[in-house]
C-alpha cells in the first residue's frame, strides 16, 4: 500500500523543488513562465471533465493545484502572499458572496444565488476601482 501525502507534506514537497538544493526547473520558474502550463493543465482538467474520465480528472486536478502552489511558494519566496492567504481569502470571498448560505439572505434557486454572487462581486469591483482612484 502506498503512503498517502497530507496537505502540509504537499506544501513541504513544493518548496523542497524550489529550495536551494531542489529541483533546477523548479527553481528557474515565474509566475510568467508558468502561464503556459497553468493553461495547458486547466485544458487536460476540461479534457477528462468532457471524457467522464474520474481517474484523469483526479490526476489533472492534482496538476492545477500544483500550479497554484508553485505561484504562491513564488510569490512567499518573494514576500508578498502565501498559500495560507490565498486559502483565506477564497474562504473569505466564499462567505461573503454566498449570504444565502452564511447570512441571513434566503436563495430559492440557482438562479437567485448566482444573481446575488454576481451582484456582490459587481459591487466589490467598483469598491476596488474607486479605491484605485484615491490612492493611485
Known amino acids: ?3 498517502k501525502y497530507t496537505y502540509e507534506e504537499l506544501l513541504h514537497i513544493v518548496a523542497e523543488l524550489r529550495s ?12 510568467e513562465s508558468l502561464i503556459k502550463c497553468l493553461e495547458e493543465e486547466s485544458r487536460e482538467v476540461i479534457e477528462a471533465i468532457g471524457n467522464k474520465d474520474d481517474e484523469n480528472l483526479c490526476e489533472e486536478l492534482g496538476d492545477v493545484l500544483l500550479q497554484v502552489l508553485m505561484h504562491s511558494q513564488i510569490a512567499s519566496e518573494e514576500h508578498r502572499f502565501t498559500i495560507e492567504d490565498v486559502v483565506d481569502m477564497l474562504a473569505q470571498k466564499l462567505v461573503r ?3 444565502h448560505v452564511f447570512g441571513g439572505q434566503k436563495a430559492l434557486s440557482a438562479e437567485e ?15 476596488r476601482q474607486e479605491k484605485k482612484r484615491e490612492n493611485p
Not at 20 to 29: A, K, L, N, S, T
Not at 113 to 127: C, H, P, R, V
Open 97 to 99: 458572496r454566498h449570504p
Open 1 to 3: 500500500m502506498e503512503k
Open 20 to 31: 536551494e538544493h531542489g529541483c533546477p526547473w523548479d527553481r528557474e520558474q515565474t509566475h
Open 113 to 127: 444565488g448566482l444573481a446575488s454572487w454576481n451582484a456582490i462581486k459587481a459591487q466589490e469591483k467598483a469598491l
